[in-house]
């Protein structure tokens, strides 16, 4: 199977180029040191929050198309036009599973001794978490403990009850418990955390918690 690149869903293979190299480095950890004077060690703020931010990832990915100059220049604009400056999705055919998320720019140029033509994609503001390309949908009818399973990035779901209903879970040794009556709603205190979750349903309806997961 040829390595392909995929932007908002289209095959960059079936367009005729060539992926040759792509490049995802791991985003690095935003850091903040304050050098306090009588201190041997900074005071770190790299866990904003109670947990470590990111910076924006930065990737490139290299397509080639052998063939005419015309040929070239014809299907480059049809990239240019559809992608450069534009925010994309985009999954590689290595996990088809996963998307990044960024604005690209495009840099095109073109060989006349080889007869072929490059693109090279580039992002600098990517999200650093790349998504699950499917939103993780679990529900519950009726009472009962529902387990939430989430990747490594920390996610509130999006709650939805069609009767009146009773929530409660423990966070970090906290309780939390909310009672809501049948409509759409998110807890903030309700972030979903590395692994398993339980939470505690009392309901004589149905709740779904609707989430889409994340991982660096």
């Known amino acids: 199977m040829k390595p392909d690149i ?7 293979n079936c367009l005729g180029w060539l992926r040759e190299s792509i490049d995802f480095p791991t985003p690095q950890s ?3 040191t304050i050098v306090v004077p009588g201190r ?4 770190r703020y790299t866990e904003a929050l109670g947990r470590v931010s990111y910076n924006p990832r930065s990737f490139t990915i290299t397509l080639t198309m052998p063939g005419t ?3 070239f220049h014809t299907m480059a604009a049809i990239l240019a036009n559809t992608y450069a400056g534009q925010l994309t999705e985009v999954v ?8 990044f998320v960024g604005t690209l720019q495009l840099t095109l140029s073109y060989d006349p001794l080889t007869g ?3 693109v090279v994609i580039s992002c600098e503001d990517g999200d650093a978490y790349r998504y699950h390309v499917d939103e993780t949908v679990v529900a519950q009818a009726g009472s009962g403990t529902v387990a939430l399973t989430c990747d490594y990035m920390p996610v509130v779901p999006t709650v939805t009850t069609t009767e009146e209903t009773a929530l409660s879970w423990t966070v970090d040794g906290d309780s ?3 009672s809501v009556s049948a409509g759409t709603w998110t807890f903030p205190e309700l972030e979903l955390a590395y692994g398993k979750n339980s939470i505690a349903v009392t309901t004589s309806g149905t709740v779904t ?3 889409r997961e994340g991982r660096l």
């Open 116 to 118: 072929k033509g490059q």
């Open 209 to 211: 918690f609707t989430y």
């Open 30 to 32: 935003q850091t903040n």
């Open 176 to 178: 939390f418990y909310k």
């Open 40 to 43: 041997n060690s900074p005071v």
């Open 69 to 71: 100059r015309q040929r």
């Open 92 to 99: 590689t055919s290595e996990e088809p599973d996963l998307y």
């Open 6 to 12: 995929y932007l908002n869903g289209t095959s960059m």
